[in-house]
């Protein structure tokens, strides 16, 4: 594995490499790991050594594969939507999603070559034995997700219903299922998926119809429509079901493991009823469901349902931030090419000052979301280590990253696109799917003003904000930064706690939204900062020093720029857009 300063060179070499002769840069074919030397800075910084040299070639292979083949079946799979087939050739009543073949080799390399959905579940994965931290299984993601956004969905489900299932499930219900949830064998594997929302109940889970009835031999049996289910053909689903007789509300509402098939072969007893016509996401089927008496497993105890599915949603919530920091990069990395090998009016567009402003303002929000990837899952790791207040910083971490880098994804893949010109409004590049698919992310798993109302739940509920507080100052005092620095960060993260206080004295609701962007944009300064210094990165440290200027600090709009070279937008106390 090489250090610090030969991935430096590397990166460098790639980017310059010699260009085509033709005047319309074209980035395929590069690979998305070699010529990204802040990730390697990054992975320097956040894996131990070994494991970092053990997954060293299968960053790089997969970074090879997400700038070429596996972006070529990404677009293939986008332009050939999944089809719902309802019978047979001979007739029979048989449902089917029929997949193109370039979704099912995707499909292929995330859950069974590279193990995506079970790498977190297995003693063994990609040759390390032993548990994988969450931070390589982030990685990894990290890379395919900037080819093939839509199956990340689907390797996110199965990731957290086998978790879901492992956390609360019965020992007998874990070991049934579970060795198809953490088979690595593409014939033999299990897919999972989350069948919650309903027309009425879509964020307000109380809503829930759907209903759970327990026939005399002790079998469950649900019935009711799901409105919104992505990967509906999954093997398992985790479904939210209200309990025939049972209380009102959430203490109503139960979990249940939902086969698509029964022990003797058949379809369980329920339907696709079509499949939804998506701005985005298209290569993955999300579908409607009609439970007509399906049979399930209760998971966990009744009347718990919301609570334990939460578990399954903050995971994937969680991986929502990653993919939203995957496709900011993906767009920046491209904006980036083309700037510095396109030629107009006798200069690189890289050389232009407004240009590497504009440059600027996409590279910020999408290193601070790199960031908060990496914090996030080693608060996960901590966590799952039963370490003691980690939990809670999970909690509020987890909300954070969701809110803000998915809302950040759509503004940075949509000015991306601009640095393209008019090539980047046209299908047969990158530019138009990542915008597409970015606007999902702040939609599923809780829309922006449900997560943003979740940070102020973790300060509320798990105390949440000293766990951030200390874990912030700590990482402050190893950076060992130049006090009048420190100081500065110090005091914005005070502003933003505060504000996060008030919030949450006056409810929550008017002050969600500006104190969940506070206090993401703080907690990342900081953490940037951090990580400068511990990998010797100037660029990050003069990230963190922009996200302070821009995103935190008020500044007058008619002022020149304070730090000369740097743009002049101004910030705001904070966004909340």
């Given at each position: ?35 990204d030397a802040e990730l390697q800075r990054l992975l320097t910084l956040y894996l131990p050594p070994d494991l970092r040299s053990h997954m060293w070639p299968h960053f790089e292979r997969l970074g090879a594969l997400a700038g070429g083949p596996l972006d070529e079946l990404a677009a293939t799979a986008d332009k050939n939507p999944p089809v719902l087939r309802s019978r047979t050739r001979t007739g029979l009543d048989e449902q089917a999603i029929v997949k193109h073949p370039a979704y099912v080799e995707m499909e292929r390399l995330a859950l069974s070559e590279f193990g995506l959905g079970a790498m977190s579940h297995r003693s063994e994965t990609l040759g ?450």
């Open positions: 594995m090489p250090d610090t300063a030969d991935i430096a060179s590397a990166a460098q070499a790639a980017r310059h490499a010699a260009p085509d002769a033709h005047p319309i840069p074209d980035r395929h074919g590069q690979n998305l790991f070699t010529a390390w034995r032993g548990a994988m931290p969450p931070a390589v299984k982030y990685a990894l993601t990290f890379l395919f997700v900037q080819a093939e956004f839509g199956l990340c969905c689907p390797v996110s489900m199965t990731d957290s219903l086998t978790r879901t299932l492992k956390k609360f499930g019965s020992p007998e219900l874990v070991a049934r299922y579970l060795p198809q949830l953490t088979t690595l064998d593409f014939d033999a594997l299990a897919q999972g998926a989350m069948f919650m929302t309903e027309q009425a109940a879509g964020s307000d889970i109380a809503a829930t119809q759907t209903l759970a009835t327990r026939t005399p031999e002790g079998e469950w049996r649900l019935t009711g429509d799901k409105w919104f289910c992505s990967n509906p053909d999954a093997a398992f689903a985790m479904v939210l079901a209200r309990v025939e007789g049972g209380s009102p509300g959430l203490k109503g509402v139960s979990l249940f493991l939902l086969p698509r098939r029964l022990d003797d072969g058949s379809l369980n007893r329920y339907r696709i009823v079509r499949l939804k016509d998506k701005l985005g996401t298209r290569s993955m089927a999300s579908g409607e469901i009609r439970l007509d008496g399906a049979r399930a497993h209760l998971v966990g105890e009744l009347g718990r349902g919301f609570v334990q599915m939460a578990d399954m949603v903050n995971n994937s919530r969680l991986s929502n931030g990653v993919r939203a920091a995957g496709l900011m990069r993906r767009a920046v990395a491209e904006a980036e090419f083309v700037a510095g090998e396109r030629q107009a009016f006798g200069r690189k567009l890289a050389d232009m000052p407004l240009m590497q402003r504009q440059l600027d303002k996409l590279r910020l929000p999408a290193e601070q979301a790199r960031t908060m990837v990496f914090q996030t899952a080693a608060a996960l790791a901590r966590s799952d280590a039963g370490e003691d207040g980690a939990y809670a910083l999970l909690r509020i971490l987890t909300p954070m990253i969701k809110f803000r880098a998915c809302r950040d994804a759509r503004r940075v893949t949509g000015d991306a696109m601009e640095v393209r010109g008019g090539c980047g409004y046209i299908e047969e590049w990158s530019d138009p799917r990542l915008l597409r698919d970015a606007h999902l992310g702040s939609i599923w798993e809780g829309t922006s003003n449900i997560v943003a109302l979740d940070v102020v739940r973790a300060i509320r509920r798990e105390q949440s904000l000293p766990l951030l507080a200390a874990h912030v100052h700590g990482l402050l005092d190893e950076a060992d930064l130049a006090p009048a620095y420190a100081d500065a960060l110090r005091q914005a993260f005070a502003r933003a706690a505060c504000l996060a206080e008030v919030a949450v004295a006056e409810g929550g609701d008017v002050l969600a939204r500006q104190a969940a962007s506070a206090l993401y944009h703080c907690t990342s300064a900081i953490a940037m900062a951090w990580e400068a210094r511990r990998c010797g990165s100037a660029q990050r440290l003069r990230w963190s020093q922009l996200v302070l200027l821009h995103r935190v600090l008020p500044r007058d709009p008619l002022a020149a720029s304070a730090i000369p070279g740097e743009w002049n937008t101004p910030a705001v106390v904070p966004s909340a857009a």
